[in-house]
């Protein structure tokens, strides 16, 4: 079975500023990894993924991914934030065996203030 | 509508009855699955359709829970006899024949409060 860690529950962050969300995962198989993004009102989108290939993955809306295996980990970062980017945040991942059942975290809210 | 629709958005219950959730999935989409989400939680998954069949049904806690898909599209999700550790919002997605792994879309939920 598959498992998510996300290390912070919530994350204030000023407009323009950096902001980084922290995903940790445990896994005895190959996996996929996946980032989500709820804004207020929405249905969960897809933001990102790693499916195999090159480390650092490229999202929509100027999000990025880099996949560390030895540190298991999946950070999300964004070098500077709009007010827009205020949502909640899921890290999930999958057995490359059995890709459709996603493991999620409990999730990163991100409030963007001005 | 171009999204996955379900309903109804907003479902309070007494604790004993019984529950239909319904789910109408992206237009083309042949897979379907149904995630639930706890208050502070992320979504957990329930099952997976791909058709008309339960491809993977591991995820229902128990069997007051069950889904179907008749005709490979709708979906309705049942819960017998609710209970108020039931309360939470039940997340449909799909996804078309071509699926990009992982990328699941999916509606605004349905939330269930058992009382």
């Known amino acids: 079975a598959q498992s998510v860690t996300q290390l912070d529950s919530q994350v204030p962050v000023f407009e323009e500023a950096p902001v980084e969300l922290r995903c940790n995962y445990s896994s005895s198989v190959s996996v996929y990894l996946f980032w989500y993004v709820q804004y207020p009102n929405q249905g969960l989108q897809l933001l990102l993924k790693?499916?195999?290939?090159?480390?650092l993955v490229k999202g929509i809306n100027g999000f990025e991914a880099e996949f560390n295996k030895s540190q298991t980990s999946f950070h999300l970062r964004k070098p500077s934030v709009h007010i827009s980017d205020t949502a909640e945040y899921f890290c999930a991942v999958t057995s490359i065996y059995n890709d459709y059942k996603l493991s999620f975290g409990a999730g990163t809210t991100v409030t963007v203030r001005a | 509508g171009a999204g996955v629709s379900q309903t109804p958005s907003n479902k309070v219950t007494e604790k004993g009855k019984y529950v239909e959730l319904r789910c109408d999935p992206i237009s083309g989409h042949t897979a379907l699955y149904w995630y639930r989400q706890s208050l502070g939680q992320g979504p957990e998954f329930l099952i997976y359709?791909?058709?008309?069949?339960?491809?993977?049904d591991s995820g229902l806690p128990n069997d007051r829970f069950f889904a179907v898909r008749p005709e490979g599209s709708v979906s309705t999700l049942k819960i017998q006899r609710t209970e108020r550790g039931d309360s939470a919002v039940y997340l449909c997605?799909?996804?078309?024949?071509?699926?990009?792994?992982?990328?699941?879309?999916f509606g605004e939920g349905s939330r269930l409060t058992v009382l």
């Open positions: 359709f791909q058709g008309t069949g339960a491809a993977d």
């Open positions: 997605a799909s996804s078309p024949p071509e699926r990009s792994t992982g990328e699941l879309f």
């Open positions: 790693y499916l195999s290939g090159s480390t």
